[in-house]
């Protein structure tokens, strides 16, 4: 059982309980306290170009989608 994401091993692991014990002692993912994993966009989950600006964030792309509703004016 090889796989690149924790989520498909979990999911496989279901019905063994002995050895999902002995995944979750060894191989459990940390949480995360830094990095790029936590910068996420709250709207859409994008962590490609998160914008942080203003405590918002918003990734720059839905950040031009809600500019309007937050209350952000387009000066010309």
């Given at each position: 059982?090889?796989?690149?994401?924790?989520?498909?091993?979990?999911t496989q692991?279901?019905?063994?309980?002995?050895?999902?014990?002995?995944?979750?002692?060894?191989?459990?993912?940390?949480?995360?306290?830094?990095?790029?994993?936590?910068?996420?966009?709250?709207?859409?989950?994008?962590?490609?170009?998160?914008?942080?600006?203003?405590?918002?964030?918003?990734?720059?792309?839905?950040?031009?989608?809600?500019?309007?509703?937050?209350?952000?004016?387009?000066?010309?």
């Amino acid at each position: 059982m090889t796989t690149t994401h924790h989520t498909k091993m979990l999911t496989q692991l279901k019905g063994k309980p002995g050895k999902m014990a002995k995944y979750n002692k060894y191989n459990k993912p940390r949480d995360r306290k830094h990095g790029r994993e936590l910068k996420k966009c709250r709207r859409c989950g994008r962590n490609a170009a998160p914008n942080a600006m203003y405590g918002l964030k918003y990734c720059r792309q839905c950040l031009r989608e809600v500019a309007q509703k937050i209350g952000f004016k387009k000066y010309n």
